[in-house]
């Protein structure tokens, strides 16, 4: 194969994105690259052979396919996940592989803050308790643990026994209120113990007993009831420990992770082709573009293929989406009762379990991370709360996310601008227009893969990038066709409405397995009415199957808002009056 780059608008050469190359992920700053055929055929050397991908886009092109970039975004972030299938034994000399792959993913352990939710006097004030005297003005908190939703920042995992981070003679800092005026209190840690759960979070609970930082008897009367507080957010603070005194308590540590399961769902491709067409392609793909490319897009099979191909990438965007268990008993659990593959001879051996890949929304939605608007209007001040919780979630590991894309139809695209150019002349007294506003594009040469608007949300401390993809304008128009033919479905049309707040950076195209076969007729040497035939005109077949399953590492770092109305969205704010 030539490695020159055909650049007919550069429609039809696979193009490689590298999510990786922006800090924060952005599509608005990624790096496209152009496969060549020899890239092509270099990689099927491979172990994967993740050139099946790049070699279907290819010949699609050529075909007369438009590539969609969001197909182009999906097939740069293969990623070979055949080495984490696990064999099993079936009696003594036959195994099979689980028909799911398990990852680990470490839960966020934010613990900042606890929850004072009592006080009460010290059963022990005045005593001795294993060797700690516990003075007479001591007080005993009760403290918990936040549950997530709460605050989506606290935990992802209720912290276990959470008197182990009250160690003695660290100071605690307790942040209340006396009345309608504020009161921070610091105290010193004496003692604490396990207190059971929590009846107000369901999570574990500590006693923790306390001294103020003042002499025993210093404090009396109204003085000494500000330091017995019933409620409260309590925060950690050091010991105060000098080096001639013993003391010697470990820091707790954490160690929470979930297992992930993903299904690998194989699917088979078929295209066919005689020898005229391949005489066409070979002379193509050995750089003969411009003598041959027109005219081998007016050979019947070449139309024929060139829908195939265009079908096949939108159905298989589709289940990227959406796809769903193969049915219930698709679990860890139960996945000996999936539907069975038997030997297709008849002998009745089984061979392996059937299930299917779960979509990108399917994951997201299991983890709570889809949001149904019930058709009302799009708010961005609850927005911008949960885009501040995505920048967190994406900073987990270090670095600074600046950027948060979010893809969706031009017309959603279109509202939010005519948004958020009354909110700035509104707010700042700025004309927001088209020559003032951040907008762009992401191309590949002289081909524009999408279109973006960029906002600065203020109170997400983020840029947010609104990236028009034509899958979802097509989403949303089929959404409006059934609405306006179907009597009493006027309400459908908001169903298509979508926001995928995606972090590309962390998804993959898993793959565990490709497999391929050709067949051709006539044989000639074994087909009778061709055997007294120099010559004929062969039909290939070709066969391609792939195991593959989308991947979302962390959940948390994505984000789908659907189901929401057509009208203006509301964006609403309270400046501070000025002053005379």
């Not at 490689?16 to 990689?43: C, F, H, W, Y």
């Not at 709460?150 to 006396?178: C, E, H, M, W």
């Not at 983020?462 to 609405?483: G, M, S, W, Y």
């Amino acid at each position: 194969m030539s490695d020159a780059i055909y650049t007919e608008a550069n429609q039809w050469t696979p193009r490689v994105i590298d999510v990786n190359s922006s800090a924060d992920g952005s599509l608005t700053k990624v790096n496209v690259q152009g496969m060549t055929p020899g890239r092509i055929e270099s990689l099927k050397d491979t172990a994967l052979d993740e050139a099946f991908l790049y070699r279907q886009t290819t010949l699609a092109g050529i075909s007369g396919v438009r590539s969609l970039g969001l197909w182009d975004l999906i097939t740069s972030r293969v990623k070979n996940v055949g080495n984490e299938i696990t064999p099993q034994s079936v009696g003594t000399n036959k195994s099979y592989f689980l028909p799911y792959i398990l990852r680990e993913q470490e839960d966020v352990i934010n613990v900042n803050s606890f929850i004072l939710e009592a006080g009460a006097a010290n059963p022990n004030a005045g005593s001795m308790i294993g060797g700690v005297y516990h003075r007479t003005d001591t007080w005993r908190l009760t403290v918990t643990t936040p549950s997530y939703g709460v605050s989506d920042l606290a935990l992802t995992s209720p912290v276990k026994n959470p008197q182990r981070y009250f160690l003695p003679g660290s100071d605690i800092f307790i942040l209340t209120k006396s009345g309608n005026a504020g009161q921070t209190l610091t105290f010193r840690v004496v003692d604490s113990e396990y207190a059971g759960t929590s009846a107000n979070t369901s999570n574990d609970s500590a006693y923790v007993i306390v001294e103020p930082k003042y002499t025993e008897g210093y404090l009396t009367g109204d003085d000494l009831a500000a330091y017995q507080p019933v409620n409260g957010l309590v925060q950690l603070g050091v010991n105060s420990v000098s080096d001639y005194e013993s003391w010697a308590h470990n820091h707790p540590s954490e160690l929470s992770r979930r297992m992930l399961a993903f299904w690998p769902q194989t699917s088979r491709f078929t295209r066919a082709w005689d020898d005229v067409y391949e005489d066409y392609l070979e002379q193509i793909m050995a750089g003969n573009v411009n003598p041959y490319l027109q005219r081998f897009r007016e050979l019947p099979l070449a139309e024929q293929n060139r829908q195939q191909y265009a079908r096949y990438q939108k159905n298989m965007l589709n289940s990227f989406f959406y796809g769903e268990p193969i049915n219930e008993n698709q679990t860890v659990e139960n996945y000996r009762n999936l539907p069975q593959v038997a030997d297709p001879r008849g002998v009745g051996s089984f061979l392996e379990y059937k299930c299917d890949a779960l979509g990108l929304r399917t994951q997201l939605n299991t983890t709570g991370r889809v949001i149904d608007q019930n058709s009302q209007a799009l708010n961005l001040n609850t927005l911008e709360e949960q885009l501040y919780i995505l920048k967190r979630h994406r900073e987990v590991n270090g670095g600074t996310v600046d950027n948060i894309d979010v893809l969706t139809d031009k017309s959603t695209a279109n509202r939010i601008k005519t948004l958020m150019a009354g909110y700035y002349r509104a707010r700042y007294g700025i004309n927001w227009n088209r020559e003032l506003q951040d907008h762009g594009k992401v191309s590949f040469g002289d081909l524009t893969m999408w279109n973006y608007n960029s906002y600065e949300m203020d109170e997400a401390q983020v840029k947010l990038n609104v990236i028009t993809e034509p899958f979802f304008a097509d989403h949303k128009a089929q959404f409006a066709k059934a609405a306006s033919s179907v009597p009493g479905a006027s309400g459908l049309s908001n169903r298509g409405n979508c926001l995928w707040f995606i972090d590309w950076s962390d998804v993959q195209f898993g793959v565990t397995k490709v497999g391929s076969r050709m067949s051709s007729t006539p044989n000639l040497e074994t087909d009778p009415d061709f055997r007294n035939v120099i010559k004929a005109n062969i039909t290939h077949t070709e066969m391609e199957s792939v195991s593959w399953t989308p991947i979302i590492n962390d959940p948390r770092k994505s984000l789908v808002w659907e189901n929401f109305s057509d009208e203006v969205p509301e964006y609403t704010w309270q400046d501070a009056a000025p002053t005379s």
